[in-house]
């Protein structure tokens, strides 16, 4: 049983399309986290929501927005997609936020823009 | 803020040959240090983590890495390698504390390549 679930694998959309990738976890965690990974391997987080609530929001466009609807999901929707936003996006979880704990990663979606 | 640099993009080595992994971080507080590794095609995991106490922490499969706070370093070993450990290695670290929020700062990741 998947831990870190992440749909879909792969996303090929044209520059300008809206979006939506969809992340589960069946850990039980109460913390989940997104993260891109760049053409050179670079990972960055972008957000973190602990029990539904916005506590990690780096420097990422507005176009970019994340929805939790509860403990287990974290969805991140994407506007108006541009080249530069192709990447693979890794969706995570762990317990609480202490910064201790390990961070439980999903497969990756790779977003390919035309 | 705190930054990782990790001194080799790719480290080729013959299987059941020793290997090392370098991993410097600055930071002007305390850290917790991490190793992920990345295998073709999936997610990260955790290989191992220090948090307090000994400075060196060892993995399961016979990866350890010892932490050194003069030298602000957290490299990484194993003393013989399998084809197996072929994946990109991801050095991290995160605020010790309850201020980071979980934020892990990743390094740009070493591919470690292990030939026959």
């Known amino acids: 049983d998947t831990a870190v679930s992440q749909t879909p694998k792969y996303l090929v959309t044209q520059m300008g399309n809206d979006k939506s990738i969809k992340c589960e976890q069946n850990l039980g965690h109460d913390t989940m986290y997104w993260y891109k990974q760049d053409s050179k391997k670079f990972l960055k987080i972008m957000f973190s929501y602990n029990n539904k609530e916005l506590i990690i929001n780096e420097t990422v466009p507005n176009r970019f927005s994340p929805k939790s609807p509860d403990k287990a999901h974290l969805n991140l929707h994407i506007n108006s997609l541009e080249l530069g936003d192709s990447a693979v996006y890794f969706c995570?979880?762990?317990?609480?936020?202490?910064?201790?704990?390990?961070?439980?990663f999903g497969p990756g979606t790779r977003l390919t823009v035309l | 803020a705190q930054s990782v640099t990790q001194l080799d993009s790719q480290v080729p080595v013959f299987e059941e040959a020793p290997v090392e992994l370098r991993c410097n971080y600055s930071?002007?507080?305390?850290?917790?240090l991490f190793w992920y590794v990345q295998y073709p095609n999936q997610g990260l995991q955790l290989l191992l983590k220090?948090?307090?106490?000994?400075?060196l922490v060892k993995s399961i499969n016979g990866f350890e890495a010892e932490f050194n706070k003069s030298q602000t370093s957290f490299h990484l070993r194993k003393p013989s390698v399998h084809i197996s450990d072929t994946a990109e290695y991801f050095c991290a670290v995160s605020v010790a504390g309850g201020t980071s929020y979980g934020k892990l700062t990743f390094g740009q990741g070493t591919i470690l390549t292990v030939h026959p």
């Open positions: 995570a979880s762990s317990w609480t936020t202490g910064g201790y704990n390990e961070q439980f």
């Open positions: 930071s002007s507080v305390s850290v917790y």
């Open positions: 220090y948090l307090s106490g000994s400075t």
